[in-house]
């Protein structure tokens, strides 16, 4: 019996990612499957250095990593490419991947790096090498191909900032508060105030559970 295809159906990347340099962090990251396939099927497009089916297998180069933060959310269709330069250089007269000399024309871009509580929109393309920040948003459709600061909304082609989902202070006092990298039973025992826009009854709520050592006195 085939399952149902539908938009509600969620992957959690932690249960299905084996590709060795794609690294998950946490249990809450997830892929909006839909009907295109599983998430290292359909997004995540190495243009060489992911078929570790083969046992002697080695690369030519160092195969760049992609680095995702727990609470990620990542829209349908979403492509994040890998593979630096695909073997296109555009500082060689011709762009053309030939065979004696594919190492050199291969020039890499670094890791991806999708950090904690991102969210990448259906259809939004990551270009090789880029850093989306914590608590950032990648519109729907969107081509990214500069870093996205911290809780940043960007849309377009190529992406550009539409604006910052807080005010700089509260961002700066979120990184600061680290919440993605709280202790479970904090981040659970505080998810009234971190579903919510007022930083401050956060803040103050994260101080009441540190100095009530790990048992919150109640709302702030």
Known sequence: MTTQKHWSIVEFLHQTVRNRNIHVRGTNSYYSNAWTGSFEQSVVRYLYGDDFSLAAWESQWPVDRLH??????????????????????????????????????????????????????????LMPGITVGEG???????????DVPPYTIVAGNPATPLRQRFPQ????????????????????????????????????????????????????
């Not at 991806?112 to 393309?125: C, K, Y």
């Not at 950032?136 to 500069?146: F, L, N």
């Not at 600061?176 to 009854?201: H, N, S, V």
Request: proline letters at 2%; glycine letters at 12%; charged letters at 20%.
């Open 169 to 220: 202070a509260a961002v700066e006092g979120l990184l600061a508060l680290g919440i993605y990298g709280w202790p479970k039973a904090k981040f659970d025992a505080l998810r009234a105030q971190i579903c919510a826009d007022d930083f401050e009854a956060l803040r103050l709520a994260a101080e009441r559970y540190d100095i009530d050592d790990g048992s919150p006195t109640g709302a702030v």
């Open 68 to 125: 995702i933060g727990d609470y990620v959310c990542i829209g349908a269709e979403a492509v994040i490419l890998m593979g630096g330069n695909h073997t296109h250089r555009a500082d060689w007269f011709s762009l053309y991947p030939f065979a004696d000399v594919i190492a050199d024309a291969y020039a890499g871009k670094g890791d991806t790096i999708i950090g904690d509580g991102a969210w990448i929109g259906m259809r939004a393309m």
């Open 136 to 146: 950032a948003v990648v519109a729907s459709g969107a081509i990214v191909t500069k």
